[in-house]
């Protein structure tokens, strides 16, 4: 069982950047690939990014490829998203989420959920 907790959104200007948290519980949090998903209103849940358990490869969605970065600190329990550049679109709720394996995470459902973090970009 892995439970995760989002943190880190806000309010910032287009052009900005955030810096999101997931802090995870669990002593085999190491062991899962985690991603980052959102979902804007009105719109379906879409994959933002995903990281396998070591660390060591990395996947993104076309629309944020140059402008998000995805990290892990397995010792801290913790996986960061920096926003770069952001622009209104990226204005979602944006989730956390641990799976077996990192390059599916945008095809096969998480097993487990964070509650969100809301980030909104104004122009």
């Known amino acids: 069982q892995v439970q995760l907790v989002e943190s880190g959104g806000g309010l910032v200007q287009a052009g900005g950047s955030l810096r999101l948290s997931c802090a995870a519980s669990?002593?085999?949090?190491?062991?899962?690939?985690v991603g980052w998903f959102r979902q804007a209103p009105g719109k379906e849940r879409e994959f933002v990014a995903a990281?396998?358990?070591?660390?060591?490869?990395?996947y993104y969605a076309d629309s944020v490829k140059g402008r998000f970065t995805i990290s892990r600190v397995n010792t801290n329990n913790a996986v960061y998203l920096q926003l770069n550049s952001l622009k209104p679109e990226d204005t979602a709720v944006y989730y956390c989420?641990?799976?077996?394996?990192?390059?599916?995470?945008?095809?096969?459902?998480?097993?487990?959920w964070g509650q969100g973090t809301q980030v909104t970009v104004s122009s």
């Open positions: 990281i396998s358990w070591s660390g060591g490869n990395t």
């Open positions: 669990g002593r085999t949090f190491s062991r899962y690939a």
């Open positions: 989420a641990a799976s077996t394996t990192a390059q599916t995470m945008n095809i096969i459902p998480p097993l487990y």
